[in-house]
């Protein structure tokens, strides 16, 4: 067994009372630690990456500005949140993806393994086989030759968006809600080269390959390998991308090749993508099988414990929607207490059909101006103007409902796993 080493770093992020006790050593008057010295200017020193010349003159107890700045940034992503750096998992805070199309910068990074070293769009091939007519080897050149090439809108939200607020927790990234975008992709529709090479009536699921490695640096293992059944990979949504926002598809979001098979989890859609095969079986590759992107078939209490056999795959996401304006903790002047809310709604393979607001804890709701997607599987934006009666506290509540007539719920339906929580977003504001 390694004890993994911690480095001064993390202990200001996870504890900076112990990591003023182990640099500063321990007082309990704070005001009257102790300058830095001995065992203590050694540990900041190397936390630093250098001897500190005018270490005399720092205050007592004092954090280096290094120290205070984000450790781990990833390029062309300012602005998330990073949850993990091992593999890379980062978020986006609400009032960040305020825009209507997702920027780049703003879209949530999920990785189950380590990306891959190199990322050539020229030597790049995608390989389709398994139940087809004519197994195929495509370059991007040729998938953009041969097909017709479309930018669709489409979003894409990670099966575990919410997990950090079950009750009991569930393992796994801690996501708020910020691990949802809807970019702009470019790319040749998945049914197009699917259907190039000849479905086979035996094709019932899709495999999905792609170039990242599994963390364990094991070449035999996969991090993730899922597919979807073959009904959903014919869908004319999906597409084999190659970019993002009219640019090179961002090295975290799977460059150079990817799918998006938006409305259902993130998963489903491969980054770095290599090959596609198509299976007479339900596919049972990596974080395909045991409780992975499974939930209960019937409801649970919170806590309970679900024999395996129970787990079905999650496929379309929930309804759901996200206030992307104003930033929650804002305070609003009484003399004109009059605000406009906004945000974006979606509903996996369905539409939503309406979003409504409360600020008084879900007593009385009030309509929203819901626009139509840019394209289906496009999130679609709402705005109302609303007015606080008085001075005080708030929350702004938003709700939204699908064409199926489902509603998001106020209390997360609770599973093992910590996956779909579409419960409703919540914003706190002051008028003053
Ligand atoms: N090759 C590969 N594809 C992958 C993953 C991965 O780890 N490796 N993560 C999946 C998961 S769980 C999600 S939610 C989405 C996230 O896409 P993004 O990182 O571009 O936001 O990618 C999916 N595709
Ligand atoms: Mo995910």
Wanted: with cysteine; glycine share 8%.
């Amino acid at each position: 067994m390694t004890k993994k080493k911690v480095d001064l770093f993390d202990l200001y992020a996870e504890d900076p009372e112990k990591a003023d006790r182990v640099v500063f050593g321990r007082v309990s008057n704070p005001d009257r630690r102790g300058f830095l010295k001995g065992a203590g200017l050694a540990t900041m020193a190397a936390a630093l990456g250098g001897y500190i010349p005018f270490h005399r003159n720092m205050p007592a107890g004092f954090i280096p500005a290094a120290m205070a700045e984000e450790p781990f940034v990833i390029e062309g992503k300012d602005g998330l949140t990073i949850l993990n750096d091992r593999p890379v998992n980062a978020e986006c805070p609400a009032h960040l993806l305020d825009d209507e199309v997702t920027p780049t910068n703003r879209l949530f990074v999920r990785n189950n393994g380590i990306p891959p070293s190199s990322m050539d769009p020229d030597s790049w091939t995608l390989t389709i086989d398994g139940e087809v007519d004519q197994p195929m080897e495509l370059t991007i050149a040729e998938l953009k030759d041969k097909f017709d090439v479309v930018t669709r809108q489409l979003q894409l939200e990670c099966g575990g968006n919410g997990r950090s607020f079950f009750d009991p927790k569930a393992r796994g990234n801690q996501w708020t809600v910020g691990a949802v975008g809807a970019c702009n992709w470019t790319g040749v529709r998945l049914a197009d080269v699917l259907n190039a090479a000849g479905v086979k009536d035996s094709a019932v699921y899709t495999a999905h390959y792609g170039a990242d490695a599994h963390l364990s640096g094991d070449p035999e293992k996969l991090p993730i390998s899922r597919g979807v059944p073959i009904a959903k990979a014919l869908n004319p949504h999906n597409l084999i991308a190659f970019e993002q926002n009219g640019e090179p598809i961002h090295p975290m979001n799977g460059a150079p090749l990817r799918l998006v098979v938006p409305g259902w989890p993130g998963s489903c859609s491969h980054k770095w993508l290599t090959r596609i095969q198509l299976r007479d079986q339900v596919h049972d590759g990596a974080k395909m099988t045991g409780k992975s992107y499974r939930v209960p078939e019937y409801p649970v209490a919170p806590g309970e414990d679900v024999p395996e056999e129970a787990f079905k795959i999650i496929e379309s996401m929930p309804v759901k929607s996200l206030i992307t304006y104003p930033q929650s903790g804002i305070e609003l002047p009484a003399s004109e207490p009059v605000l406009e809310v906004r945000g974006h709604a979606w509903a996996g393979d369905n539409w939503v059909t309406a979003v409504d607001l409360s600020i008084d804890f879900g007593a009385t709701w009030i309509k929203t101006n819901l626009r139509k997607p840019a394209n289906p599987y496009a999130w679609q934006h709402f705005a109302a103007e609303l007015k606080f009666p008085m001075k005080g506290y708030y929350e702004v509540w938003a709700r939204a409902t699908d064409d199926q007539g489902r509603t998001q719920p106020f209390a997360i339906a609770w599973n093992p796993k910590g996956y779909l929580n579409n419960s409703m977003h919540r914003i706190a504001l002051r008028v003053v």
